[in-house]
């Protein structure tokens, strides 16, 4: 049962023409978010909106607009997206167009399909449905924002806007399978760079190796997760803790017979709100300290990102708004669950104390794979949802 006059049509056709853009951040090229940035600010245009248009890195702009419902004093309520998506990657592994927007079998393909230009299309097509069916209290504010696939740039600047304080609670659009996510993994993403002394591989006594405190501490790292895991369980939603090593660098593939100066380990940590950040972090320099010392190498952790794993009351109204529109709209009992990357809300959330739940379009596990898609029904079931749940969340009917 649908109350709002969605255009279910225009939602499909618009995330369509969003996937056609190729939003990768990739500098070599001169391409970013911007095209895509542009095509939300005339869409939102057209339904009589006012986006504020703002750069937060060159050619990345965050698109926001604000809709007042003209129905008196209200809570804020944020739909927040991203307009870029990853890299298609190898070509060859794709069966369509990465770029081509295609339907097939009920199923809108192409990089950012799920993740996550059909949330992007379904909050505006939503919100626009809202706006239509009459007055509404309070207020919504539609962000589309820039980066969340990097350093999440957007929506520290978002964050740390006046826009952001009076925001009551925010819903990320991104794509989860039809679970309302109510807790995200956190991310802590570390390098850690060993010094040691050049020689020649002849004569090893002369020189200091940072290649073996490297490979100490992979084995250090696996140890830590297995103790990690076995002290904080499964967390009922986002399930257990990871520690990954994800780049080795030392020396140079064509100087097999160079000790090299130094050597890098990049590491990858995945957290549950159980494991504290900051003694995550003394933790591994700890352990590097450790496979360095003995060895007469230098050991630095330098912190690339740190991201906190977030979590929202089940009872919050948002959540319970989001809940009965699932229930109206699909006709089944609302599913919760986490989401098991960071997503912008956990920025919106340390940044600027907004509580965020995570709910959208699309597969959970096909975001950044070939042939990535999403099915056309769960675009227009979402649009739907969102405006249900707006209209709960600001009337405060979430009972």
Wanted: proline letters at 7%; glycine letters at 12%.
């Amino acid at each position: 049962m649908t109350r709002f006059p969605v255009d279910e049509r225009g939602v499909v056709d618009f995330t369509r023409d969003l996937v056609r853009i190729r939003s990768v951040h990739d500098p070599e090229r001169g391409q970013a978010e911007a095209a895509a940035a542009a095509l939300v600010a005339e869409r939102m245009r057209s339904f009589g909106w006012a986006p504020d248009v703002t750069e937060v890195a060159p050619g990345r702009p965050n698109v926001i607009a604000v809709i007042d419902g003209g129905g008196g004093d209200g809570p804020t309520l944020v739909f927040e997206g991203h307009t870029d998506v990853v890299t298609e990657g190898d070509l060859d592994a794709w069966t369509v167009d990465p770029y081509g927007g295609e339907i097939r079998d009920g199923r809108l393909y192409g990089r950012g399909s799920a993740d996550m230009k059909s949330g992007v299309a379904a909050m505006l097509y939503g919100v626009h449905a809202l706006q239509q069916a009459g007055p509404f209290p309070g207020r919504i504010m539609v962000c589309a924002l820039v980066d969340e696939e990097g350093l999440m740039l957007g929506a520290k600047h978002f964050a740390a806007s006046p826009a952001s304080r009076d925001v009551d609670a925010a819903i990320i659009c991104e794509p989860e399978e039809g679970e309302i996510c109510v807790a995200a993994k956190g991310a802590i993403r570390l390098r850690v760079d060993f010094t040691g002394k050049m020689a020649h591989g002849a004569m090893p006594q002369h020189g200091r190796n940072p290649v073996a405190p490297a490979g100490a501490l992979l084995a250090a790292l696996a140890d830590q997760q297995q103790h990690w895991q076995a002290e904080l369980g499964e967390h009922e939603h986002l399930g257990l803790p990871y520690v990954t090593p994800t780049v080795l660098e030392a020396g140079s593939a064509d100087q097999i017979n160079v000790i090299p100066t130094r050597a890098t380990v990049c590491v990858d940590i995945r957290t549950v709100p159980a494991l504290d950040h900051d003694q995550v972090i003394a933790t591994i320099a700890k352990l590097a300290e450790a496979a360095a010392g003995p060895l007469g190498v230098t050991s630095e952790v330098s912190v690339v990102d740190n991201r906190p794993s977030v979590e929202v009351d089940p009872g919050h109204p948002v959540v319970a708004a989001l809940a009965r529109a699932h229930e109206t709209v699909r006709g089944e009992p609302a599913r919760y669950g986490g989401v098991p990357g960071a997503t912008d809300g956990t920025i919106l959330t340390r940044d600027a104390g907004i509580p965020t739940v995570v709910y959208g379009p699309g597969g959970k596990w096909i975001a950044h794979q070939a042939d990535e898609f999403v099915e056309v029904a769960d675009i227009v079931h979402c649009a739907h949802i969102y405006a249900e749940a707006a209209d709960h969340f600001l009337r405060g009917t979430t009972a």
